[in-house]
């Protein structure tokens, strides 16, 4: 990976979001290096439109590999794609974990310590079919 940035909330039309939002992943994630004109033709893009947000009463609400969550708490929020858990063959209670590790938050399991939401999503790129 060598950039990633979206928002939760549209404000612009779905292709212009698309196309700002690949814009900045690939230049402006200040987690990377700039993405430069060699790497450009190796890169694959991947876009992940989220579905609506549903908050997360207990665990059993978290199925790893179909949701994805966002833990807001402090003014912290941190956002883990359903693939990312998929990716590392992670359980639900290590999904929840990482995504408060993602907010900058101490690592949790307790669906009560912050606002835990949880959403779907439909996932594609170039080289595959919409999931």
Same mark, same amino acid.
């Given at each position: !990976?060598?950039?990633?940035?979206?928002?939760?909330? *549209?404000? /612009?039309?779905? #292709?212009?979001?698309?196309?700002? @939002?690949?814009?900045? @992943?690939?230049?402006?994630?200040?987690?990377?290096? #700039?993405?430069?004109?060699?790497?450009?033709?190796?890169?694959?893009?991947?876009?992940?439109?989220?579905?609506?947000?549903?908050?997360?009463?207990? !665990?059993?609400?978290?199925? *790893?590999?179909?949701?994805?969550?966002?833990? /807001?708490?402090?003014?912290?929020?941190?956002?883990?794609? #359903?693939?990312?858990?998929?990716?590392?063959?992670?359980?639900?209670?290590?999904?929840?974990?990482?995504?408060?590790?993602? *907010?900058?938050?101490? #690592?949790? /399991? /307790?669906?009560?310590?912050?606002?835990?939401? *949880?959403?779907?999503?439909?996932?594609?790129?170039?080289?595959?079919?919409?999931?």
């Amino acid at each position: !990976m060598r950039g990633c940035i979206g928002t939760l909330a *549209a404000s /612009e039309p779905i #292709p212009q979001a698309i196309a700002n @939002a690949a814009i900045s @992943a690939g230049a402006r994630d200040p987690r990377f290096e #700039p993405v430069s004109l060699r790497e450009l033709s190796e890169c694959d893009i991947e876009i992940s439109i989220l579905g609506p947000l549903t908050r997360v009463r207990s !665990m059993d609400e978290i199925v *790893a590999g179909r949701h994805g969550l966002v833990v /807001e708490k402090d003014g912290r929020r941190g956002l883990l794609l #359903p693939q990312v858990a998929q990716k590392y063959g992670w359980t639900a209670r290590e999904f929840l974990r990482q995504t408060y590790a993602k *907010a900058g938050l101490a #690592p949790s /399991e /307790e669906i009560g310590s912050a606002s835990v939401q *949880a959403f779907e999503a439909i996932v594609f790129g170039e080289l595959d079919d919409i999931r």
